[in-house]
């Protein structure tokens, strides 16, 4: 059985930093094209950033291209969200999501739906 565990988040000021982590088991993490998305209340989930299977390519919503970073670590089946620079319209709750789609292409990857496994979501809330 696939789990993603989310830690990471709360609360922080305007311009402050945060790092999410999302760590997977029951199956090959390494297969996985990895994302985050965020929704905000009373707004459709949105994407965020997405990272390739190797962590070799990356990609990210224009809104949050500059300021955050995806990473991965396979040999701890971990993914990362660096959050810099964070504005309050970055208040939302954010999900991290695994695809096992070989291809990685930014229509592919941005689209919630590609995504078979889903972490729990984290509060993220920025203040202004």
């Known amino acids: 059985q696939v789990q993603l565990v989310q830690s990471g988040g709360g609360l922080v000021q305007t311009g402050g930093s945060l790092r999410l982590s999302c760590a997977a088991s029951g199956r090959t993490f390494s297969n996985w094209n990895m994302g985050w998305f965020r929704q905000a209340p009373g707004k459709e989930r949105e994407f965020v950033a997405a990272?390739?299977?190797?962590?070799?390519?990356?990609y990210y919503a224009d809104s949050v291209k500059g300021r955050f970073i995806i990473s991965r670590d396979n040999a701890k089946n971990t993914a990362y969200l660096q959050m810099n620079t964070l504005k309050p319209e970055d208040t939302a709750v954010y999900y991290c999501?695994?695809?096992?789609?070989?291809?990685?292409?930014?229509?592919?990857?941005?689209?919630?739906?590609?995504?078979?496994?889903w972490g729990q979501g984290t509060q993220v809330t920025v203040s202004s």
């Open positions: 999501a695994g695809n096992t789609r070989v291809i990685f292409f930014g229509k592919v990857v941005s689209t919630a739906a590609e995504y078979v496994y």
């Open positions: 990272i390739a299977r190797s962590g070799g390519n990356t």
